[in-house]
């Protein structure tokens, strides 16, 4: 069922070693033993015409290429796809469960973290004021418990939300909320902030860490001071008070 | 397929939804291109049950799609959760992985930007490539999810007197509604046109009445209508605010 790359011509991914999406997709690519060619895309000062050709729609990173040129968007899609395109025999683990009801569940959180737990934290370090960033620290901190509660449902005593049963390979819903982790923790290395800690949320405190050690996360995911860099960056473009 | 809940065993399939909200048809639509039997539980959106805010906690919102006592939420969601539970009939999906992504892409941008009201044309006259819908010969995921809400179009045309989506502009689009408002299952699921007026004039009384009240800074802070900004057509003279709320799960 994979699909055969021309001749010179292989799977390539468009994105950004900063950005928590392109970490999805890669982290998808990886746990199916695909070869993909990472082709960084600037986003500033502006975007370039090969991006914007491979998603008009939105006009942003990742975009999975394939070999013939169609493309994939949206870093969930891209998720999905990779699982089902690269699956069959020999292949790496299955990125969504085999149950119907605990595929339903991964996507119903995986749209939950993209529309309400992101944005907040997003929120944190770019907030104008520190009335914002207290609004948008407890809006994360609401999520976060709400993700506990799906943390404790899905594993089923597992290790990942991918569930118990002897998986011991991450999930949709792993890769979902763990591509955020490098900007949760310099989050909280830049605000003096703990988000994930033993009292409110001791099962993704010890689910972050064993994720951050697998071989998927740990191709793609950047060091922290690399990303409290970036954000004190993003800091000075957005006219954001550092934080102290 | 609907039948009266009796006072025995639970019912495999219990659906929570309202009869105005296209979120709602989208997944009774769904269920009866499957044919599967369920049991449904029109909500009062102004003083939701209790049992809507257990099933539901996190959105609170409908449809909901109770399981063996499991509860599902959102609609695209429900929707993929019956092609996983019921492969054998009917699937809403493609089978090919790429169509697949394509088909999940275009219901996030339809969701994210053009609301449940009613898709841009250009999307749809540009997707067409020579099918009767986008699942092909039949009804399928994608078609569900923009279908069910674009015979709002009719409605607003009629309630706001603007045409919003010229039919000799848009052959194709109009082609495709026709076709998809002919299917058996898709009668069943909508609502009467009359129904549909009254309620679309009704919100945009109350709209109007509010605006005036509070002057001319809350009709401006009502928001674009995701009709308005979407649709490639002549500008309407006065942007309907009804849409947008008529549509969408409150």
Redesign the interface.
Known sequence: MAAAAEEGEGVRLLGGRMSPFTMRARMALALRGVEYELVEEALHPRKSGRLLAANPAYGRIPVLLLPGGRAVCESAVIAQYVDDAWGGAGAGAAILPVDPYERAMHRFWTAYIDDKFWPALDAISLAPTPEARATATASTRAALKLLEEAFAARSNGGAFFSGGGGAASPGLLDVALGCFLPALWACESLNGLRLLDDDATPLLRAWSARLAATPAAMAVMPETEEVVAFTRFLQTKFGVAGSK | MEKQENGGEAPELKLFGSWASSYTHRVQLALRLKALEFVYAEEDLGNKSEALLRLNP?HKKVPVLV?RG?P???SV??L??LD??WPESRPLLPSD??D??LA??WC??ADD?LGPAVGAAELREGAFKGRRFFGGDQVGLLDVVLGCGSYWLAVFEEVTGVRLVDADAFPLFHAWLRDFEAQEEVKETIPSVDRLLEYARGLRQMLLALAAGAGAGAAAAAGSSPVTAAVDAPAPAAPPAAPQAAAVDI
């Open positions: 996190v399981h499991r599902l939420a959102e969601i429900i993929q959760y996983d539970a992985p790429f697949r992504a999940r892409f996030h941008f930007k």
